[in-house]
Protein backbone atom coordinates (compact mmCIF):
# COMPACT_ATOMS: atom_id res chain seq x y z
CA UNK A 1 0.00 0.00 0.00
CA UNK A 2 1.44 3.15 -0.70
CA UNK A 3 1.62 6.29 1.29
CA UNK A 4 -1.56 7.85 -1.16
CA UNK A 5 -3.78 4.64 -0.86
CA UNK A 6 -3.27 5.37 2.64
CA UNK A 7 -4.15 8.60 3.07
CA UNK A 8 -7.27 8.09 0.66
CA UNK A 9 -8.54 5.44 3.11
CA UNK A 10 -7.87 7.34 6.21
CA UNK A 11 -9.85 10.71 4.51
CA UNK A 12 -13.08 8.21 4.37
CA UNK A 13 -13.05 7.03 7.87
CA UNK A 14 -15.22 9.34 10.56
CA UNK A 15 -13.34 12.28 12.37
CA UNK A 16 -13.41 11.04 15.44
CA UNK A 17 -11.06 7.84 14.50
CA UNK A 18 -8.87 10.46 12.24
CA UNK A 19 -8.49 11.92 16.08
CA UNK A 20 -8.04 8.41 17.08
CA UNK A 21 -5.30 7.98 14.39
CA UNK A 22 -3.79 10.63 14.38
CA UNK A 23 -2.80 10.69 18.46
CA UNK A 24 -1.66 7.05 17.56
CA UNK A 25 0.49 7.84 15.27
CA UNK A 26 1.99 11.12 17.18
CA UNK A 27 2.77 8.87 19.90
CA UNK A 28 4.60 6.32 17.81
CA UNK A 29 6.65 9.22 16.60
CA UNK A 30 7.09 10.42 19.99
CA UNK A 31 8.40 6.97 21.89
CA UNK A 32 10.37 6.50 18.28
CA UNK A 33 11.89 10.51 19.01
CA UNK A 34 12.10 9.77 22.70
CA UNK A 35 14.25 6.46 22.32
CA UNK A 36 16.53 7.58 19.24
CA UNK A 37 17.76 10.56 22.97
CA UNK A 38 20.26 9.29 24.90
CA UNK A 39 19.54 8.47 28.39
CA UNK A 40 20.25 11.21 30.97
CA UNK A 41 18.55 13.55 33.26
CA UNK A 42 17.33 15.75 30.14
CA UNK A 43 14.63 13.12 29.53
CA UNK A 44 12.65 14.39 32.56
CA UNK A 45 13.23 17.32 31.62
CA UNK A 46 11.26 16.87 28.21
CA UNK A 47 8.84 14.79 29.99
CA UNK A 48 7.96 18.12 31.99
CA UNK A 49 7.10 20.05 28.33
CA UNK A 50 4.05 20.31 26.91
CA UNK A 51 2.82 17.33 24.73
CA UNK A 52 3.35 19.77 21.55
CA UNK A 53 6.53 20.86 22.04
CA UNK A 54 7.84 17.40 22.70
CA UNK A 55 6.51 16.23 19.21
CA UNK A 56 8.93 18.99 18.31
CA UNK A 57 11.80 17.13 19.68
CA UNK A 58 14.13 15.49 16.45
CA UNK A 59 12.50 17.71 13.84
CA UNK A 60 16.17 19.11 13.96
CA UNK A 61 19.04 17.79 14.47
CA UNK A 62 21.75 19.91 14.54
CA UNK A 63 25.68 18.79 15.23
CA UNK A 64 27.60 20.36 18.59
CA UNK A 65 29.55 22.50 16.78
CA UNK A 66 26.95 23.28 14.21
CA UNK A 67 25.03 25.01 17.24
CA UNK A 68 27.75 26.63 18.51
CA UNK A 69 29.00 28.49 15.35
CA UNK A 70 25.41 29.87 14.81
CA UNK A 71 25.61 31.15 19.07
CA UNK A 72 28.65 32.67 18.20
CA UNK A 73 27.83 34.13 14.36
CA UNK A 74 24.61 35.50 16.39
CA UNK A 75 27.03 37.13 19.28
CA UNK A 76 29.37 38.91 16.63
CA UNK A 77 26.83 40.35 14.40
CA UNK A 78 24.48 41.58 18.07
CA UNK A 79 27.60 42.70 19.72
CA UNK A 80 29.54 44.21 16.62
Known amino acids: MTLQELQNQAL ?3 ISDR ?3 VQSVL ?3 QQETLLSI ?4 SVEFIADLD ?3 QSL ?3 IKLNAD ?6 IDYLEEKYS
Open 12 to 14: QLP
Open 19 to 21: WQL
Open 27 to 29: TSI
Open 38 to 41: SPTS
Open 51 to 53: PWT
Open 57 to 59: MGV
Open 66 to 71: DSIESY
